[in-house]
């Protein structure tokens, strides 16, 4: 091991001497002991990491001296052995740890900056030959290839490798067609050479086969939509863009997809010179956008009448309504259509339960309350399973205060899944002790405590105790906690609000402490880690008051 060592050290010796010849460096400089770490029988991957640090150091070293001295000669002397040698330990760290993509990227990148271009290659050659199962690293290497090399030839053939472990690879075609078209658009711009090319390569014709064999494989509108928007970067391509749009409205009608992509194109039309120059000439040029691209969603729901098409449709109108905008009349336009297409929506029976929410919130800000309760009551008829449905609906009655909402109530807790009813009984108690009867509300409390689900027999025990305290003080906290305190479940937090109870007091009453916690200790033991700290406080009181025994 040390002869090899040796004889790596020797080698570096000319590019030393070299440097403290030129005025780079004023002395040798030798890395015995970072040579001696990548020849010990176990070699740590961070030991070549440290290694090809110090040699890049180096490097920038050597660049900045040579910048401040002016000195720009002897580089194959200097540089080159360095570089060669840091490419070298790259190559046995990588082949030692084949798995560590970012080392092999690490080497990519120091390739970039120092060595050639044609190093980027071999590099990236290993690396696919290692992983050839990762889709990002064939089209960052061809991307290199396209980029550091310009070489269409060798970006092409990588991804049509790609192709090959991965066919069905989205990422990868759009941008082996995005790859066609960047080239296509630098030949057009390098007039002089044009007559090497054919018409059909200068007008992006390699691009359309990617297209083709792309769309031939993977058939979803989305995909299809990803390649026109691609396309449509570029100025040349507006023959393929309309090949694209005929495949898309002929092969993919029935996705709400194209319908919604259609739409939005509307916006993107040319508008009239003369209105754009008045506020009021724009809001009218605007509105008129928007119209027709309500007229080709009304196109959609018409033969499409889906959920999908109905959420993308409104999803348009509430992005325009959100637009912020000085003119009234365009503000109240979006609005009036927006809750148009709402109702319309619900009364197809294929109004998101998410919509609801928004639907509710327009209704609200507007002043509509008549409509709020209208809409908060067919929301809970079209999802009367759902508890956030119920949970908005109610929360917007008790806003404002209409209906027989604890009847509601009743109603939604008879439809939803027991297990998921917590926040309506919480939101039940919330309503009752706002605005009923303190016996109507213990009324509320006891049904709470009869629940089959423990999660909500022991939330209610729990309000219950802190509402009695509040409202009635602590004789009636006391009389309710001996009542519930052996109905199960239990809870220790139930215990622990009696014991805070207690303390409360002007003068805490100490056996009452005392059986407290001999009942929580009863029930959750010593051996649990929550209940660790109530034993130790129980010792402290206990020491306190004289009562350890």
């Known amino acids: 091991m040390a002869e090899v060592v040796q004889h790596r050290i020797e080698e570096r010796i000319p590019e030393l001497e070299q440097l403290e ?8 400089e030798r890395v015995t002991a970072l040579e001696y770490k990548l020849h010990r029988l176990i070699v740590n991957k961070e030991d070549f990491i440290a290694y090809i640090q110090y040699e890049i150091n180096v490097l920038e070293l050597i660049k900045k001296r040579r910048a401040h001295i002016h000195y720009q000669f002897k580089r194959e002397e200097i540089e080159f052995p360095i570089i060669h040698r840091i490419n070298s330990i790259f190559r046995r760290a990588t082949n030692k740890w084949k798995d560590d993509v970012q080392l092999w990227l690490s080497h990519v990148a120091f390739c970039k900056k120092w060595a050639t271009k044609g190093q980027i290659s071999k590099v990236f050659s290993a690396l696919l030959a290692v992983h050839p199962d990762k889709p990002a690293l064939w089209i960052m290497a061809a991307k290199s290839e396209l980029e550091d090399r310009n070489s269409s030839e060798s970006a092409r053939h990588l991804f049509l490798r790609a192709l090959r472990f991965h066919p ?17 658009e630098k030949l057009r711009k390098q007039k002089q050479e044009l007559e090497k090319f054919s018409p059909e390569i200068l007008s992006g014709k390699l691009a359309e086969v990617v297209y083709k064999d792309a769309t031939g494989k993977i058939k979803e509108a989305e995909f299809v939509i990803s390649l026109l928007n691609i396309a449509t970067i570029f100025d040349f391509t507006k023959d393929l863009q309309d090949s694209i749009l005929k495949d898309l409205q002929t092969n993919y009608k029935e996705d709400s997809l194209t319908w919604d992509f259609m739409a939005k194109r509307e916006l993107e039309a040319p508008g009239a010179g003369e209105e754009l120059r008045s506020a009021k000439g724009r809001a009218s040029d605007i509105n008129r956008r928007e119209e027709h691209c309500c007229q080709v969603y009304e196109e959609g729901v018409k033969n499409l009448n889906t959920e999908a098409m109905w959420t993308s449709y409104l999803a348009f109108c509430m ?10 009349e365009l503000k109240e336009k979006r609005q009036e259509r927006l809750l ?3 109702q319309r929506a619900h009364d197809s029976s294929l109004l998101k339960e998410d919509n609801y929410k928004n639907w509710l919130q327009v209704l609200l800000s507007s002043g509509d309350a008549e409509g709020a309760a209208r809409v908060a009551l067919a929301a809970t008829q079209r999802y009367s399973q759902s508890v956030p449905v119920w949970s908005l609906s109610l929360q917007t009655l008790m806003h404002l205060g209409s209906g027989d909402i604890g009847r509601l109530f009743q109603d939604a807790l008879t439809h939803v899944n027991p297990k998921e009813s917590l926040p309506l009984w919480q939101l039940q108690v919330q309503w009752s002790v706002a605005n009923q009867s303190p016996e109507e509300t213990e009324g509320v ?20 105790l802190d509402w009695s305290y509040s409202t009635r003080g602590y004789k009636k906290a006391r009389k309710t906690f001996t009542s519930l305190q052996n109905n199960r479940p239990l809870s220790k937090a139930f215990f622990t609000r009696m014991i805070e109870i207690e303390k409360e007091q002007e003068n805490p009453k100490m056996n009452n402490l005392r059986e407290y916690y001999e009942r929580v200790l009863e029930e959750f033991g010593t051996s649990d880690d929550g209940e660790w700290s109530l034993n130790k406080s129980k010792g402290k009181f206990h ?4 009562l350890n025994r």
């Not at 992005?319 to 009234?328: A, F, H, P």
């Not at 409390?445 to 219950?464: I, N, P």
Request: net charge positive; hydrophobic share 40%.
């Open 21 to 28: 010849r030129v005025g780079l460096f004023t002395k040798k």
């Open 168 to 184: 069905n690879n989205k990422k990868v075609y759009q941008e082996y067609f995005r790859m066609e078209l960047l080239h296509c």
């Open 319 to 328: 992005e325009r309504v959100k637009r912020k905008t000085n003119i009234q």
């Open 340 to 342: 148009t297409v709402l």
């Open 445 to 464: 409390f006891k049904r709470g405590l009869l629940s089959a689900v423990a999660a909500v027999a022991m939330e209610m025990k729990e309000c219950y």
């Open 543 to 546: 020491q306190k008051v004289g």
